[in-house]
């Protein structure tokens, strides 16, 4: 059972999934920004889930004020005080929530105009450019706060014809004191500005009105919308109640600006909907997969020790069959990166639990042996690295941190990104290559099942095929062994085409330590055949083996 939530600062829709069932739910704003942690707790007293607690497995809360991770723990927190602790809890502020609902997985610049107002340029699934919304005090221009603010202001220093003036506050029964009050002296003064819209909505057909809100999308459009790069070319998407009620309006001013308009929402709640359903049938198995299948072997506990030894080596000797089978494969993916990491690409490898462990063991254990920088091949595991000794719950299942994980080291069309997956259908992983592959960098993955829908989404597919583990499902045998060994291959054929290696030696490894030092000096000696103290003393002078040699034959 999913429960996913989209809260503003007024009003939070909430959808309850059970399969194909929908249940809809409102409760008020809840916004950690405007709101203390006890506030927002009673608040979700008022989320009637009809006693289905313990049934929901995945909570998705899209809010505004949720932009840091101090404010997503606040969330968390309170909702794992309401409904427990058991789910998988993903906190995400409500200008990606927007973003998702508008474009699922395609491409646009998504924007919020409600009680607040927000944009972001949106590439496949995450945010890839913001302009700051600065809040109602320093800017949202364009939402239901400025509109309000627009309203008051015209109305009291005069700037509407009189008689207007005059029939607006008579009807509305305003009054500055009231205004005053509610905006300096009482909490959420967005939400009471936001709702003098209505009073702007009842009026659009007046010219002054019209041109408020005119003037308002205006600055909306020029403090955000063209601040994007190639603004004009991009279809743009609106949610929210100001948008949706002066639609209209909207679209005039626009289209005066000869801009596309994707779609308008009232409430992005539904699109998130059918966001959630499609991202987590990813997470559904369709069969069984042979890494999955059971072992050939039974009764393991009644073996003897030689037995269980002699038949997991038995199996292990499938390994080197199966990676040797695919060569060829190995080798269209090494002479792929290897032209990319002449134009200064890197090379990442992503995983989950086992694979992404083994990801990150072959990344580290590169730089010291030859030579090269520490960000040129990049191991990166769902839930960080903290999942490298513990396990993170869930982590694996979340179809875009993957990018939000690569976006840190900003990416680029040179780069290779190899997605490692026994199963080949873990979220995390796929969601790294499709992402990966629509920006324009190449993909690969390896995994030990076939026809998986990883391999569907990469330019190269390594699949080996390693048959069922001796413990039935444990891929940290037969299928850590083939990712581990694929791994060796892919990055030391790489590093000896790029020169690291001479003759067989390493001759550009780190002297970290006194072991490495008397290799270097073995090596230096053997070359160039003098004795294993001057070799030493022109190790330590010139800082490595490939220094000695190019120093030596120049002298």
Not at 232 to 241: K, L, P, Q, R
Request: proline fraction near 3%.
């Amino acid at each position: 059972m999913l429960l996913i939530a989209d809260s503003g600062s007024t009003k939070t829709d909430w959808r309850l999934i059970d399969g194909k069932e929908i249940r809809s739910i409102s409760t008020r704003g809840i916004n950690p920004y405007h709101s203390t942690e006890t506030e927002i707790r009673e608040e979700l007293k008022n989320l009637d889930l009809d006693q289905n607690e313990e049934k929901i497995r995945h909570i998705y809360f899209y809010g505004s004020g949720v932009a840091n991770e101090e404010k997503k723990h606040i969330i968390r927190k309170c909702l794992q005080f309401r409904i427990g602790v058991h789910p998988d809890i993903q906190v995400e502020d409500d200008l990606l929530g927007v973003s998702r609902a508008l474009f699922q997985l395609g491409s646009g610049i998504a924007c919020i105009l409600g009680t607040g107002s927000n944009s972001c340029l949106y590439k496949n699934g995450f945010i890839v450019d913001k302009v700051p919304a600065l809040g109602y005090s320093l800017g949202d221009e364009g939402s239901g706060t400025d509109i309000g603010k627009r309203l008051v202001n015209a109305l009291h220093k005069r700037s509407l014809s009189d008689g207007l003036r005059e029939a607006i506050i008579a009807e509305e029964e305003l009054s500055m004191d009231e205004i005053l009050e509610n905006v300096y002296k009482k909490p959420h003064a967005n939400r009471y500005l936001s709702s003098l819209t209505m009073i702007a909505a009842k009026h659009i057909g007046n010219s002054e009105i019209k041109g408020i809100v005119t003037q308002a999308f205006e600055d909306f459009i020029q403090k955000n919308i063209s601040k994007y790069i190639d603004f004009d070319t991009h279809e743009i998407g609106f949610a929210g109640s100001v948008a949706f009620h002066f639609k209209d309006v909207l679209m005039e001013v626009l289209q005066s600006h000869h801009l596309k308009c994707n779609n308008i929402i009232s409430s992005p709640i539904d699109g998130l909907v059918r966001y959630h359903t499609q991202v987590d049938a990813l997470k559904v198995s369709v069969s069984k997969s042979m890494t999955e299948s059971s072992s050939r072997y039974d009764n393991l506990e009644k073996m003897s020790v030689k037995e269980l030894l002699e038949n997991i080596n038995r199996e292990d000797g499938t390994v080197h069959r199966a990676v040797h089978s695919i060569i060829p494969q190995i080798e269209k993916l090494v002479e792929e990166i290897i032209p990319r990491i002449v134009k200064g690409g890197r090379l990442f490898y992503v995983g989950a639990g086992t694979s992404g462990r083994l990801g990150i063991v072959d990344a580290s254990e590169i730089p010291p042996t030859f030579g090269v920088p520490f960000d040129l091949v990049i191991g990166i595991i769902a839930g960080g690295d903290r999942a490298i000794r513990k396990a993170v719950e869930s982590a694996e299942d979340d179809i875009h941190g993957a990018w939000r994980d690569l976006a840190k080291f900003k990416p680029g069309i040179n780069d290779t990104v190899v997605g490692i997956a026994a199963s080949g259908r873990t979220p995390y992983v796929i969601g790294a290559v499709i992402d990966a592959r629509k920006m324009g960098l190449f993909t690969a993955c390896i995994t030990c099942n076939p026809d998986t829908r990883l391999a569907a989404e990469v330019d190269l597919p390594i699949e080996a095929l390693v048959g069922p583990e001796f413990v039935t499902g444990s891929t940290r045998m037969k299928a850590g062994t083939a990712q581990k060994l694929i791994l060796n291959m892919i990055t030391t054929s790489t590093m000896i085409k790029l020169g690291r290696v001479k003759g067989n030696k390493m001759i550009d490894m780190q002297l970290t330590n006194q072991k490495l030092v008397e290799r270097g000096s073995l090596m230096i000696s053997e070359e160039l055949g003098i004795g294993l103290e001057e070799s030493k003393r022109l190790l330590l002078l010139h800082g490595s083996v490939r220094n000695v040699l190019e120093n030596y034959k120049k002298s």
